[in-house]
């Protein structure tokens, strides 16, 4: 299991955008960091994260493309932390 450290910035952006975080997930004696994961949240919804993405065209159509690709397992543990810190930040303000 890895260590989660989340550093959550909320943004003035358009909106469903609501912050952007940058993640740090420690192992035994490594870690790894990426940057810019997406906190979204509509009106009446749950607030949602995505994974940095790099957006490509095909046929015409913009496509987002995966840049990290986590476990099931890895992946809910960091959706949670990235979204307990939004909602501790969104309570804050």
């Keep these: 299991m890895a260590n989660v450290t989340v550093n959550l910035v909320r943004v003035k952006a358009k909106p469903p955008l609501r ?35 790099l957006t490509l065209e095909k046929d015409g159509k913009k496509l987002g493309v995966e840049l990290i690709r986590l476990s099931c397992e890895l992946k809910r543990q960091v959706v949670s932390a990235v979204l307990d810190e939004y909602r501790k930040n969104k309570n804050a303000v």
């Design 19 to 53: 912050a952007l975080a940058d993640v740090l997930l420690s192992f035994d004696k490594d870690h790894v960091v990426f940057r810019r994961c997406a906190v979204f949240e509509r009106p009446g919804q749950q607030a949602w994260v995505t994974f940095p993405r």
